[in-house]
């Protein structure tokens, strides 16, 4: 067979103003080609010892004239400006904010606030609203360093930042005037219910009551047969020591106007979207603008005080712009149990090769960190890395190669991974080929420890974020710190790996395995 599946396939995503998170399927040929238009620009691009930034940010890139000595000022200027994230003021020119009722020297949410909401103008706890974290902290002085992200030709350092995450000392909702509603769409990944618990316990220490969670993702904003799930402390006290999600989850859903209209009818103002890139889309539609009569306006177009706040969810890390996302960690170290059986039963066998797939339809981050992690891989494929299966330079003739030095290999793919046992008996030497498929055992999980501890302030950083007025945001982790960003500006693409990167070279030294083309 050509493959090493009958079809190994790469998912890119859909080209169309959805929330569904459904993604289109295609088969990889025998020397694999990205489908994507964006993710064969990018290659390209690594051909050339540089990587574009984002889609908004290399069209304003395109726009410059670099022979204007204030283009650098011009840029970070254009940079703030789309990365300055949407407030409530920005439509509610009258909203007038409050002092927090968020503060660890309360441990408890007060019962009464008939003579105010209490501040201790003490705590230093609280974040300014000016606060920055620096997006790109390397400054590379050639596009020939590896990983290099430069903006003009002489990678000239322009700084860029984005704004911090806590909790602000002025809030712009009363708690006991909020309904919080949280939702989880998509697949399963680690720490969703880890989220879920924080940001339910967060909320009671600003003094909401009201808070629901909505069954099975989006659908349940519309099917009359999905109840909301009345959500406390004391529901969601131990829902971290278990995986999956309390709330359940699904793909697809209704209209961005139903949706609005059941939040309007529920009474909410404050919803927590739990999902990937399809799902933040959902997440922005909802808070943005849409063009249609006014009865089916979004949440910014009715006027309607709600905060839209998201909480990145995918296990292979393909968010742009941040550092990591939650449920990565436990899928790179839950991946070592599967890596580990393959190993031993291709070292076990006469001849044998281990294949292991690992989740990462577009992305090859979990397949990368996993074989770097273990130290076990002989050769790692990934999407982002063309490769020929036949050949003097294949995959195949590789294997052969290791097969009779070594008597055994080990393969890790990423979202593809199979049979290849016609290729050694028609060379009259037969391997015993073990096929490991660990996916859904891994996204159902617990989260481990690492994971918990980014899942816990997540959830944390996003009820402040809606308390302090924000909108149509994000929040992530960012050169090790927490941020809010702008919806558009992380779903634009998926965040892929750079094949001149020094991690992806890293595991190619680990492995040993030379370029396949």
Same mark, same amino acid.
């Given at each position: 067979?050509?493959?090493? !599946?009958?079809?190994?396939?790469?998912?890119?995503?859909?080209?169309?103003?959805?929330?569904?998170?459904?993604?289109?399927?295609?088969?990889?040929?025998?020397?694999?080609?990205?489908? @994507?238009?964006?993710?064969?620009?990018?290659?390209?691009?690594?051909?050339?010892?540089?990587?574009?930034?984002?889609?908004?940010?290399?069209?304003?890139?395109?726009?410059?004239?670099?022979?204007?000595?204030?283009?650098?000022?011009?840029?970070?200027?254009?940079?703030?400006?789309?990365?300055?994230?949407?407030?409530?003021?920005?439509?509610?020119?009258?909203? *007038?904010?409050?002092?927090?009722?968020?503060?660890?020297?309360?441990?408890?949410?007060?019962?009464?606030?008939?003579?105010?909401?209490?501040?201790? %103008?003490?705590?230093?706890?609280?974040?300014?609203?000016?606060?920055?974290?620096?997006?790109?902290? $390397?400054?590379?002085?050639?596009?020939?360093?590896?990983?290099?992200?430069?903006?003009?030709?002489?990678?000239?350092?322009?700084?860029?930042?984005?704004?911090?995450?806590?909790?602000?000392? &002025?809030?712009?909702?009363?708690?006991?005037?909020?309904?919080?509603?949280?939702?989880?769409?998509?697949?399963?990944?680690?720490?969703?219910?880890?989220?879920?618990?924080?940001?339910?316990?967060?909320?009671? $220490?600003?003094?909401? &009551?009201?808070?629901?969670?909505?069954?099975?993702?989006?659908?349940?904003?519309?099917?009359?047969?999905?109840?909301?799930?009345? !959500?406390?402390?004391?529901?969601?006290?131990?829902?971290?020591? @278990?995986?999956?999600?309390?709330?359940?989850?699904?793909?697809?859903?209704?209209? +961005?106007?139903?949706? +609005?209209?059941?939040?309007? %009818?529920?009474?909410?103002?404050?919803?927590?979207?739990?999902?990937?890139?399809?799902?933040?889309?959902?997440?922005?539609?909802?808070?943005? %603008?849409?063009?249609?009569?006014?009865?089916?306006?979004?949440?910014?177009?009715?006027?309607?005080?709600?905060? *839209?706040?998201?909480?990145?969810?995918? $296990?292979?890390?393909?968010?742009?712009?941040?550092?990591?996302?939650?449920?990565?960690?436990?899928?790179?170290?839950?991946?070592?149990?599967?890596?580990?059986?393959?190993?031993?039963?291709?070292? @076990?066998?006469?001849?044998?090769?281990?294949?292991?797939?690992?989740?990462?339809?577009?992305?090859?981050?979990?397949?990368?960190?996993?074989?770097?992690?273990?130290?076990?891989?002989?050769?790692?494929?990934?999407?982002?890395?063309?490769?020929?299966?036949?050949?003097?330079?294949?995959?195949?003739?590789?294997? &052969?190669?290791?097969?009779?030095?070594?008597?055994?290999?080990?393969?890790?793919?990423?979202?593809?991974?199979?049979?290849?046992?016609?290729?050694?008996?028609?060379?009259?030497?037969?391997?015993?080929?073990?096929?490991?498929?660990?996916?859904?055992?891994?996204?159902?999980?617990?989260?481990?420890?690492?994971?918990? $501890?980014?899942?816990?302030?997540?959830?944390?950083?996003?009820?402040?974020?809606?308390?302090?007025?924000?909108?149509?945001?994000?929040?992530?982790?960012?050169?090790?710190?927490?941020?809010?960003?702008?919806?558009?500006? +992380?779903?634009?693409?998926?965040?892929? +790996?750079?094949?001149?990167?020094?991690?992806?070279?890293?595991?190619?030294? @680990?492995?040993?395995?030379?370029?396949?083309?």
């Amino acid at each position: 067979m050509e493959s090493l !599946l009958p079809a190994i396939s790469v998912v890119v995503p859909a080209r169309v103003p959805h929330f569904s998170g459904l993604r289109t399927l295609t088969p990889l040929l025998p020397i694999w080609r990205p489908k @994507s238009n964006r993710v064969r620009r990018r290659i390209r691009a690594h051909a050339d010892n540089t990587r574009p930034p984002s889609s908004a940010a290399s069209a304003a890139a395109a726009a410059i004239d670099y022979s204007d000595p204030s283009w650098k000022s011009k840029f970070q200027k254009e940079f703030e400006s789309r990365y300055d994230i949407p407030h409530l003021t920005d439509l509610i020119h009258d909203a *007038v904010p409050i002092p927090s009722t968020f503060c660890l020297r309360m441990r408890s949410p007060t019962e009464d606030f008939a003579d105010g909401y209490p501040s201790d %103008e003490k705590w230093h706890g609280y974040i300014s609203n000016n606060d920055r974290v620096l997006l790109k902290v $390397i400054k590379y002085s050639s596009p020939t360093s590896a990983g290099a992200e430069c903006i003009d030709s002489d990678c000239t350092w322009v700084e860029q930042w984005v704004h911090r995450a806590g909790p602000r000392e &002025k809030i712009y909702f009363n708690p006991e005037e909020v309904k919080a509603a949280i939702v989880t769409c998509g697949g399963l990944c680690p720490g969703l219910n880890d989220v879920i618990r924080q940001i339910v316990i967060t909320l009671e $220490i600003y003094g909401v &009551k009201k808070i629901v969670g909505i069954p099975f993702g989006y659908r349940g904003f519309a099917d009359k047969d999905l109840r909301e799930m009345p !959500l406390s402390r004391n529901v969601v006290q131990n829902a971290h020591l @278990s995986g999956g999600s309390l709330l359940g989850v699904s793909r697809g859903g209704p209209s +961005v106007s139903d949706i +609005v209209d059941s939040m309007e %009818e529920r009474g909410v103002n404050m919803l927590f979207v739990l999902g990937g890139n399809g799902t933040h889309a959902g997440a922005n539609a909802i808070h943005n %603008e849409v063009d249609k009569p006014v009865a089916f306006y979004s949440c910014r177009k009715r006027r309607l005080r709600v905060a *839209v706040v998201g909480v990145p969810k995918t $296990i292979d890390n393909d968010i742009l712009l941040m550092d990591k996302t939650f449920g990565f960690d436990t899928a790179v170290e839950e991946a070592q149990r599967a890596i580990n059986s393959a190993y031993i039963e291709a070292h @076990s066998a006469y001849r044998g090769i281990g294949i292991v797939k690992l989740m990462g339809r577009s992305s090859g981050f979990i397949a990368m960190h996993a074989s770097l992690a273990s130290g076990q891989i002989d050769i790692c494929l990934i999407p982002e890395v063309p490769f020929n299966l036949r050949g003097p330079h294949g995959v195949l003739g590789h294997l &052969k190669y290791l097969l009779g030095k070594k008597g055994s290999a080990v393969v890790c793919i990423a979202e593809g991974a199979g049979q290849i046992k016609r290729y050694f008996n028609e060379m009259g030497t037969p391997a015993d080929v073990k096929y490991i498929d660990p996916t859904y055992m891994i996204r159902a999980v617990r989260a481990n420890a690492s994971d918990g $501890i980014l899942c816990a302030v997540l959830g944390q950083n996003a009820v402040h974020g809606a308390f302090a007025g924000y909108s149509g945001i994000t929040v992530g982790i960012c050169n090790t710190h927490y941020v809010y960003l702008p919806i558009p500006e +992380v779903i634009s693409y998926p965040r892929v +790996v750079d094949p001149n990167s020094r991690m992806w070279h890293r595991c190619l030294t @680990s492995t040993g395995q030379p370029d396949f083309v």
